[in-house]
């Protein structure tokens, strides 16, 4: 019988790995380690000329384990197998999602460059666009998820930075709002801009969706973004960031990965492996229950608007064609709104029982925050109140516990509300 080709589920537990080079070993160890012995000078010269870049590889020669801050067996076959989610050829994890993003834009940015960036935005990747990157005399174009392409084009060519803009930089779903951008259309105008000789880049921070509920590559993205802390890793006790795309563009951002040293470690790398086996499993739960609340808190009369894609209908439009043409499924990140201001809201938060008052997402437990105070403090209040981040929104990351009682935990929460 002819083997089908096996899905990134059942990928997960072996691929990349041989047992018989780890002493019969079935899973992985951590090879804790800073540095590889060669067999021979001439091995050494060989695997030093590939990791510079000296010479092209020969038929079916691959890089040599040389030094843990290049590369370590942990993180390579981590890297592996994160390419079966996205169909990417090529993945760099470092040890953050910040240092993952950071590290992408370092490289494809220089003086004089433009990036064109959404807005809202995860918190630390806004205030490293707007404190950082402005220091190197990088100028920054935000846009409202709501604004079209053709507007923001026509924006470029009336304010003059069009032929300068080297990077396009999304999230989608924005977090907290979960409003949509379309992938296709900014691919679209970064290709307006760019040339052959001078590629304008698309690159999508896909970690509210994780690997398994959007695959932005597919829609024409360059790079694909992850804090792997979140849904990857998904147990809250792990930091680290992913970076995904073609193997041209990654062997770029592994280099200055390499000099800037933020690679993620074989510990880092031994414990997303464990994650990557239950990823799915995990994913299909969460999103499960997170239909259940979103639809329990859309009924609730102390609940003015809830922000959660599996509400979306027809009747919401272009929201709706972004979601049905772009997403594999809902997810389980909703934000919603309160009737009241911050008083309520902290009311709301002060009483939850089983879901836990903490920032991040994505992990098997439940989480609620309050983003205008907390993930997104660091925005101008004005800012914030354009965007949607009011006093009275709450984010919800739903876990994998059971739905009902999710929702006896917000319903009694609710009640406590003024």
């Given at each position: 019988?002819?083997q089908?080709?096996?899905?990134p589920?059942?990928?997960?537990?072996?691929?990349?790995?041989?047992?018989?080079?780890?002493?019969?070993?079935?899973?992985?160890?951590?090879?804790?380690?800073?540095?590889?012995?060669?067999?021979?000078?001439?091995?050494?010269?060989?695997?030093?000329?590939?990791?510079?870049?000296?010479?092209?590889?020969?038929?079916?020669?691959?890089?040599?384990?040389?030094?843990?801050?290049?590369?370590?067996?942990?993180?390579?076959?981590?890297?592996?197998?994160?390419?079966?989610?996205?169909?990417?050829?090529?993945?760099?994890?470092?040890?953050?999602?910040?240092?993952?993003?950071?590290?992408?834009?370092?490289?494809?940015?220089?003086?004089?460059?433009?990036?064109?960036?959404?807005?809202?935005?995860?918190?630390?990747?806004?205030?490293?666009i707007?404190?950082?990157?402005?220091?190197?005399?990088?100028?920054?174009?935000?846009?409202?998820?709501?604004?079209?392409?053709?507007?923001?084009?026509q924006?470029?060519?009336?304010?003059?930075?069009?032929?300068?803009?080297?990077?396009?930089?999304?999230?989608?779903p924005?977090?907290?709002?979960?409003?949509?951008?379309?992938?296709?259309?900014?691919?679209?105008?970064?290709?307006?801009?760019?040339?052959?000789?001078?590629?304008?880049?698309?690159?999508?921070?896909?970690?509210?969706?994780?690997?398994?509920?959007?695959?932005?590559?597919?829609?024409?993205?360059?790079?694909?973004?992850?804090?792997?802390?979140?849904?990857?890793?998904?147990?809250?006790?792990?930091?680290?960031?992913?970076?995904?795309?073609?193997?041209?563009?990654?062997?770029?951002?592994?280099?200055?990965?390499?000099?800037?040293?933020?690679?993620?470690?074989?510990?880092t790398?031994?414990?997303?492996?464990?994650?990557?086996?239950?990823?799915?499993?995990?994913?299909?739960?969460?999103?499960?229950?997170?239909?259940?609340?979103?639809?329990?808190?859309?009924?609730?009369?102390?609940?003015?608007?809830?922000?959660?894609?599996?509400?979306?209908?027809?009747?919401?439009?272009?929201?709706?064609?972004?979601?049905?043409?772009?997403?594999?499924?809902p997810?389980?990140?909703?934000?919603?709104?309160?009737?009241?201001?911050?008083?309520?809201?902290?009311?709301?938060?002060?009483?939850?029982?089983?879901?836990?008052?903490?920032v991040?997402?994505?992990?098997?437990?439940?989480?609620?925050?309050?983003?205008?105070?907390?993930?997104?403090?660091?925005?101008?209040?004005?800012?914030?109140?354009?965007?949607?981040?009011?006093?009275?929104?709450?984010?919800?990351?739903?876990?994998?516990?059971?739905?009902?009682?999710?929702?006896?935990?917000?319903?009694?929460?609710?009640?406590?509300?003024?």
């Amino acid at each position: 019988m002819q083997q089908p080709p096996f899905k990134p589920e059942s990928l997960m537990m072996s691929h990349g790995y041989q047992p018989e080079l780890s002493e019969g070993a079935i899973k992985c160890p951590i090879f804790q380690t800073s540095t590889f012995v060669f067999r021979s000078a001439e091995e050494g010269k060989a695997y030093f000329e590939l990791a510079y870049g000296l010479r092209e590889p020969e038929q079916g020669e691959a890089p040599g384990l040389i030094y843990s801050r290049l590369n370590n067996p942990d993180l390579e076959i981590l890297e592996n197998r994160l390419c079966l989610w996205d169909q990417a050829e090529d993945c760099a994890v470092f040890e953050s999602g910040m240092s993952a993003i950071s590290t992408a834009m370092l490289t494809f940015l220089k003086p004089g460059d433009v990036l064109l960036y959404s807005s809202p935005l995860y918190g630390g990747t806004s205030h490293f666009i707007t404190e950082v990157l402005t220091k190197f005399g990088i100028e920054i174009q935000p846009f409202a998820p709501g604004e079209s392409a053709t507007h923001i084009q026509q924006r470029a060519e009336r304010e003059g930075w069009g032929e300068r803009l080297a990077m396009v930089h999304i999230e989608t779903p924005a977090n907290p709002t979960n409003v949509q951008i379309d992938i296709r259309a900014m691919r679209e105008l970064a290709d307006r801009w760019g040339t052959e000789e001078r590629p304008v880049y698309l690159a999508v921070d896909n970690t509210y969706m994780g690997p398994l509920w959007q695959h932005p590559l597919r829609h024409g993205a360059d790079l694909v973004l992850y804090s792997a802390t979140k849904y990857i890793a998904g147990h809250s006790d792990v930091i680290a960031g992913a970076c995904l795309g073609s193997a041209e563009l990654l062997k770029e951002i592994k280099a200055l990965r390499t000099f800037l040293g933020n690679m993620a470690g074989p510990w880092t790398g031994w414990l997303l492996m464990r994650s990557l086996e239950t990823l799915k499993v995990r994913m299909e739960q969460q999103c499960r229950n997170a239909r259940e609340v979103a639809r329990f808190l859309q009924q609730h009369p102390k609940v003015e608007n809830v922000h959660y894609l599996g509400l979306l209908t027809e009747s919401d439009g272009e929201e709706y064609r972004i979601y049905r043409e772009q997403c594999e499924a809902p997810g389980a990140m909703l934000s919603f709104e309160i009737h009241g201001g911050e008083k309520e809201a902290f009311a709301f938060l002060n009483h939850l029982k089983l879901a836990k008052l903490a920032v991040s997402l994505g992990s098997t437990e439940s989480l609620a925050q309050h983003p205008a105070s907390m993930t997104h403090a660091g925005i101008p209040a004005e800012e914030r109140e354009r965007m949607g981040i009011t006093e009275r929104l709450l984010r919800l990351s739903v876990g994998v516990e059971h739905a009902q009682d999710l929702i006896w935990d917000l319903e009694q929460a609710l009640e406590q509300v003024g």
